[in-house]
């Protein structure tokens, strides 16, 4: 019998060890925390003769584990393309990576082929293990992966008929060397295609464009390229208000004249009619009804998909109101560019909650826009005193270190104004792993908490 290695027990090294059983092979579920320490499986290296190691995501190549099974010459390979190698070949994939709206663009893709009568399932960093899904065996016409960065490192075999990058920011980088290395990780998602696949490109995007079409990268893309843009420019793009399509998609990224719009492509539906709101949600639509067109969705199936569909859990999420104040549960933004895009999407007066851990970014950014946009902030987590000292240095003073969620909610109870129209934003800026296990948990805590200590009983 052949042997495998899997690390890590979460939900990709769950179902791989699934896969791989159903695949006869013994398996060895590696998990300091939840299964056999990490030393038994370097024993494991030494004594037994196993085929691979399948990787999860999370855990960082520099281990010691990782570097025995590379001194034993034993390949290491993600759940991923663990995935792929059994799938149903017949099945086409379409990918999304990027730093924000990768989930939210892959699982609206998702829907709106379950909508038009695909028999389609959603995987990948989503929250659904790609290699489970194999494992089952299902008939399939479509399978959407949304992408992480740690998926896509490793020379991945994975192959996508279409596949996007939403966007580029700056994350990761205790785990990268540089941005630029994250970045260039990205690219990954389009290195198997062939001149029948389609990469879907940000024309908006400027570090996406400043890689793009630099080190060769944009000659390396052997798919068919499709330039989304929210100006007049591309083959899906925004113009007065409206997003139009070409009436022949190309690999042309021009900025069109009066008449080349009339002639050549067609209203779709205005920006207002999107149920999803906010500019961010607007650039993942884009990419949404880019893959719906390559794929022949008619107009109108498409335009009442994006009029009807509601937002995910922890995206932007109003869940809570009180009086005149609304809260929203953003706790997916998990980095500043995300918690930016959040500010923007609400007008007049806006009460932040973030913090967590300290990612080793930057956070000028986000202290200029909450100089800009934000009455008052309300900070929890260990990189707190980082945004107080920046908070500080620019001049804002509006802030408290209230330290966890249920001392902010308490003190909202106790001195907020609920009569005052305004939003509860809670977009930490950051993950926050230093209190919950995930930002699904840190969400739910923060909902539950809220509607417990806030709800108006008197």
Excluded at 45 to 68: A, H, Y
Excluded at 97 to 117: P, Q, R, S
Excluded at 261 to 289: P, R, Y
Excluded at 422 to 442: D, G, I
Aim: proline residues 2%; hydrophobic residues 35%.
């Amino acid at each position: 019998m052949e042997k495998a290695i899997v690390f890590g027990a979460g939900l990709s090294g769950l179902g791989a060890e699934k896969l791989l059983k159903k695949k006869g092979y013994e398996v060895f579920l590696i998990d300091d925390r939840t299964g056999m320490p990490s030393s038994e499986g370097i024993d494991i290296l030494e004594k037994e003769k196993v085929e691979f190691v399948v990787k999860s995501p999370g855990i960082p190549w520099n281990c010691e584990f990782l570097k025995k099974a590379s001194e034993k010459n034993v390949k290491v390979i993600s759940e991923i393309d663990l995935a792929y190698r059994y799938m149903d070949k017949k099945i086409k994939i379409i990918s999304f990576t990027g730093t924000n709206g990768k989930t939210t663009t892959a699982t609206k893709m998702y829907e709106l082929l379950d909508y038009v009568g695909y028999r389609v399932r959603l995987a990948g960093n989503a929250g659904f293990s790609f290699a489970e899904l194999v494992a089952e065996e299902a008939v399939l016409d479509y399978i959407v992966l949304e992408l992480s960065s740690y998926q896509l490192e490793n020379d991945p075999s994975l192959h996508s008929e279409i596949a996007g990058i939403i966007n580029l920011t700056p994350d990761h980088l205790s785990r990268y060397e540089s941005v630029e290395e994250y970045y260039i990780t990205k690219f990954n998602i389009f290195q198997n295609q062939s001149e029948d696949d389609f990469a879907i490109i940000n024309m908006d995007d400027a570090k996406f464009l400043e890689l793009f079409n630099k080190n060769e990268i944009k000659e390396k893309i052997k798919g068919k390229k499709i330039y989304v843009s929210k100006e007049k420019k591309g083959g899906i793009f925004v113009y007065k208000g409206c997003i139009r399509v070409m009436k022949e998609l190309s690999e042309k990224a021009d900025i069109y004249t009066e008449e080349a719009l009339a002639e050549l492509s067609e209203e779709l539906l205005s920006v207002k009619e999107l149920s999803l709101k906010g500019e961010h949600n607007l650039e993942n639509m884009l990419f949404v009804i880019g893959a719906g067109k390559l794929l022949n969705i008619e107009n109108e199936k498409i335009r009442e998909f994006l009029r009807n569909t509601r937002a995910l859990e922890h995206r932007l999420e109003n869940f809570f109101v009180r009086g005149n104040t609304v809260f929203i549960n953003d706790s997916k933004g998990t980095n500043v560019e995300s918690t930016l895009k959040a500010i923007d999407s609400f007008e007049g007066s806006i009460v932040l909650i973030c913090g967590g851990d300290d990612k080793k970014i930057s956070n000028k950014g986000l202290v200029e826009k909450i100089k800009e946009r934000v009455e008052s902030v309300y900070l929890i987590g260990e990189n707190a005193p980082l945004l107080i000292k920046d908070m500080e240095e620019s001049g804002y003073k509006n802030f408290k270190n209230m330290e966890t969620l249920e001392n902010i909610l308490k003190n909202f109870k106790e001195n907020m104004d609920f009569s005052k129209s305004q939003t509860v934003l809670f977009s930490p800026a950051t993950s926050s792993f230093c209190q919950f296990k995930n930002f699904e948990e840190r969400g739910r805590v923060f909902k539950d908490l809220t509607v417990e200590i806030l709800n108006d009983n008197d």
